[in-house]
């Protein structure tokens, strides 16, 4: 008797981000923090989420918010950069791509 274990759906549980994703998070985070844009960060994983957010200010609310929403993965993309007052500002299937919207000939904060 053979079982197929490619038709069961995965095990529900708490979206995160893996060893790859994370590094061009940081890398991105780095380079702002050092240019004096940004001064903190969070994460978190939630059941159909995982979210990076970055703070000008400790006690602020986001700047910016990461996500990665693998339900969204065959449809717009699974990530997305979400501005001030939840604008999606780019949202598409790769990290990389999306964290283009970050490079600093393109970025200028406005106050």
Do not use: C, N
Not at 60 to 84: F, N
Not at 92 to 100: C, D, I, N
């Amino acid at each position: 008797m053979t079982f197929d274990l490619s038709a069961e759906t995965p095990l529900a549980g708490p979206v995160f981000w893996d060893r790859r994703e994370l590094d061009q998070l940081l890398r991105v985070y780095g380079r702002m923090v050092s240019q004096g844009e940004w001064r903190d960060y969070s994460m978190a994983g939630l059941k159909d989420v995982a979210e990076f957010a970055v703070f000008r200010r400790h006690g602020d609310a986001p700047v910016y918010r990461v996500e990665k929403r693998p339900s969204l993965r065959l449809k717009q993309g699974q990530y997305a950069v979400i501005g001030e007052g939840g604008i999606v500002l780019k949202r598409g299937r790769e990290l990389a791509q999306v964290l283009k919207v970050f490079d600093s000939r393109k970025f200028t904060v406005v106050e």
